[in-house]
């Protein structure tokens, strides 16, 4: 199991060799929004590596640009990048469809074990 200390070993976090699921936040602009041309500013802005960089500094969370990665000042999320050979062992679920009860029920009697 790949583990990392952060800090003055404060805290610690492990990703599974055998793999783990990637989850990812996105935005995206209604069909109906009132302003799309102001709505594309917003993102182009949130995609800039300097501005993704600093909210990835206040909120916390990992950014998707590749070029934040020297611009964040955050020890903490500094630390918690994965590395490559983390995010290649990674697995972004799929849409289940119509499968997505039945497993829903089975991870309920799995976490209830």
């Given amino acids: 199991m790949a583990k ?3 800090g003055a070993s404060l805290l610690d ?3 599974p060799d055998e793999g783990y699921m ?3 936040d996105g935005m995206a602009i ?3 929004a ?3 041309y102001w709505a594309h ?3 182009d ?3 800039d590596p300097r501005d993704a960089a ?3 500094n206040y909120i916390g969370y990992q950014s998707a640009v590749a070029a934040t990665v020297p611009l964040v000042t955050d020890p903490i999320q500094s630390a918690l990048r994965p590395t490559s050979e983390q995010l290649a062992k990674g697995v972004v679920p799929i849409d289940l469809g119509a499968f997505s009860r039945a497993y829903d029920t089975a991870w309920e009697k799995v976490k209830s074990a």
């Fill in 30 to 32: 209604p069909k109906t």
């Fill in 41 to 43: 500013k917003f993102l």
């Fill in 34 to 36: 009132p302003n799309p």
């Fill in 45 to 47: 802005f949130m995609l």
């Fill in 4 to 6: 990392r200390a952060l």
């Fill in 22 to 24: 990637v989850w990812v």
């Fill in 13 to 15: 976090y492990a990703l």
């Fill in 54 to 56: 600093e909210n990835a």
